[in-house]
């Protein structure tokens, strides 16, 4: 394998977004700054990730450890981790995170133009078992980074200028759409980098995977049983699908997104609304899916036509393969 251990003439992601800046000459460079920070923000977070097991050597999380730090829980660390970078990266205003309730204004000093919504650490739930996890990000360009208001971030999905996630899996993988397709990469832990993996990634038209947490179903609305329903009995003689869900939404929309298939997680009578917030899960995962060729829809709409209120809002969603998407939106107009 020497020739392998020589390979440098990788697809780095900062190479990547370099040649895509480059596309653009008008470009000062400023995301390509903003995006090597949260690139080392999810680097970050995937080293603490991989030796959470190891946490009860060192000391439990709210408990002291050996060296007498406050250990702290992984999910309060990464939104540590990211606000850090954000701000460092002097390119972002305004940052709104699941895991604070008011939206942080960057000091004027550190001011730059760009507004990012994110989810540091979604599906901390997994974390004792193991089970895949990671952060989800959006990116808005403000119009006005001298006086920003909280309007700059309650925008519709369609204006984000970028969005992606990093998935601390098997492997850790970053997935990342700047408007123009979607792209994949995986972090070599020798270099410490990230590589393209998966270029160009598109959605197959149709698949054979559902995704939803069926528990809830004696809640659903008449539409959504329908199409679960049609899953597991299909009309037109077609196999049935298999159902997958882990329940961490990032490992569940990114086999949708390489398999196909569609990812749920609609209204009930409990949650009127869902339970995926708006900014920092349902716009990004929306975002991907439409820049991959498939579908994002509410249940109303097309999701990234969604106009928040609040920025921790949520709402229903459906998302993946064109078709699939599109048999569950004909069963909602086929409603009303
Ligand atoms: P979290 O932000 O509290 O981690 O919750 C979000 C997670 C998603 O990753 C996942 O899709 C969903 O919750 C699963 O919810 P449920 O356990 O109700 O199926
Ligand atoms: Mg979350």
Request: charge should be positive; glycine fraction near 6%; proline fraction near 13%.
């Given at each position: 394998h020497a020739a392998e251990a020589n390979r440098t003439d990788l697809m780095t992601i900062t190479r990547f977004v370099l040649n895509e800046q480059s596309?653009?000459?008008?470009?000062?460079g400023d995301f390509t700054i903003l995006l090597s920070n949260i690139v080392l923000g999810c680097k970050f977070v995937c080293t603490a990730v991989n030796k959470a097991g190891l946490a009860k050597l060192i000391g439990l999380a709210g408990e002291t450890n050996v060296q007498g730090e406050e250990q702290k829980k992984l999910d309060v660390l990464s939104n540590d981790v990211f606000v850090k970078a954000l701000i460092s990266s002097?390119?972002?205003?305004i940052l709104v995170s699941e895991e604070d309730e008011q939206a942080t204004f960057v000091e004027p000093s550190k001011r730059g133009r760009y507004a990012v919504v994110f989810d540091p650490l979604d599906g901390s739930s997994n974390i004792d078992c193991g089970v895949s996890i990671g952060t989800i990000f959006g990116i808005y360009m403000v119009k006005d980074s001298i006086e920003p208001t909280l309007d700059e971030v309650l925008q519709?999905?369609?204006?984000?200028v970028a969005a992606g996630y990093c998935m601390y899996g098997s492997s850790c993988t970053f997935v990342l759409s700047t408007g123009a397709g979607v792209n994949g990469f995986t972090l070599d832990p020798s270099l410490g980098e990230f590589i393209l993996?998966?270029?160009?990634i598109k959605i197959p038209k149709k698949g054979k995977i559902y995704s939803v947490n069926e528990g809830n179903a004696k809640n659903w609305d008449g539409p959504t049983a329908k199409y679960v329903e049609r899953c597991k009995?299909?009309?037109?003689g077609s196999s049935p699908k298999s159902l997958r869900y882990i329940g961490s939404m990032v490992a569940d929309v990114h086999r949708t997104l390489l398999y196909g298939g569609i990812f749920l997680y609609p209204a009930d009578k409990k949650s009127p609304n869902g339970?995926?917030?708006?900014?920092?899960?349902?716009f990004p995962m929306s975002f991907l899916m439409e820049q991959a060729g498939g579908q994002a829809f509410t249940g109303k709409q097309r999701a990234l036509d969604l106009v928040p209120m609040d920025i921790h809002e949520r709402s229903p969603i459906f998302l993946g393969s064109y078709e699939d998407v599109e048999e569950v939106k004909a069963l909602y107009a086929a409603e009303d």
């Open positions: 596309r653009h000459p008008e470009s000062r002097g390119r972002t205003c519709p999905g369609k204006n984000m993996t998966h270029p160009d009995f299909p009309k037109d339970k995926l917030r708006v900014l920092y899960e349902v």
